[in-house]
């Protein structure tokens, strides 16, 4: 479910995570009523409060994606897939204007696509090329613990094509919350 933020026309889905002693379960955040990032904070811990690892991975507009970490309900970690987030919308702003250090450069982390010659003669490209206009915030190592390494992650933000849906659905397919975000996400 999608949806809409007070105060603006951006749409949002938020998937919280959470790992804890009988493995990940996923619930849909409501951050309509949030006003700061102590309060997401508080909101995702509320989810379980028990939990060793809990995420939440937060899709704005078909454009952007946050995520962010608490381990043990404690130290919360953040990324954002493009600094611009927060100077377009109320909710990019809320989740990542504290941030002050950016990720690695994309350009130092997705190597362009080298083209292949088919058996026609013809140049294919295997992999869309990196979006240029790119600029990743925060944390990109929050989830290399899990497998999912900072340049997997600048990459997978980084395709050109790819939307927050598809780097959330891929980002969890890896660390083994894919089917329980799934079954959220279809609710």
């Not at 204007?97 to 083209?115: F, M, Q, R, S």
């Not at 295997?126 to 190592?141: F, K, L, M, T």
Request: with cysteine; glycine share 10%; aromatic share 4%.
């Amino acid at each position: 479910m999608r949806r809409e933020l007070l105060g603006g026309p951006v749409s949002y889905f938020a998937a919280a995570v959470v790992r804890g002693s009988d493995g990940w379960s996923a619930a849909e955040l409501d951050l309509g009523g949030v006003a700061d990032i102590d309060e997401v904070g508080e909101l995702l811990r509320e989810v379980d409060p028990d939990a060793e690892l809990s995420l939440l991975f937060v899709e704005s507009d078909d454009a952007y994606l946050a995520v962010l970490r608490l381990d043990e309900g404690e130290d919360l970690r953040i990324f954002g897939s493009d600094s611009v987030f927060a100077e377009e919308s109320r909710l990019g702003a809320l989740l990542l204007g504290d941030i002050k250090a950016p990720a690695l450069e994309i350009d130092d982390v997705v190597e362009p696509a080298t083209p292949e010659v088919s058996t026609s003669g013809t140049e294919e490209n295997e992999q869309p090329a990196a979006d240029p206009d790119a600029d990743p915030i925060g944390d990109a190592d929050l989830i290399a613990d899990l497998g999912v390494s900072a340049h997997r992650l600048l990459a997978l933000c980084a395709r050109e094509g790819n939307l927050p849906a598809d780097v959330t659905a891929e980002v969890c397919q890896l660390i083994g919350c894919g089917d329980v975000v799934e079954e959220l996400r279809e609710a």
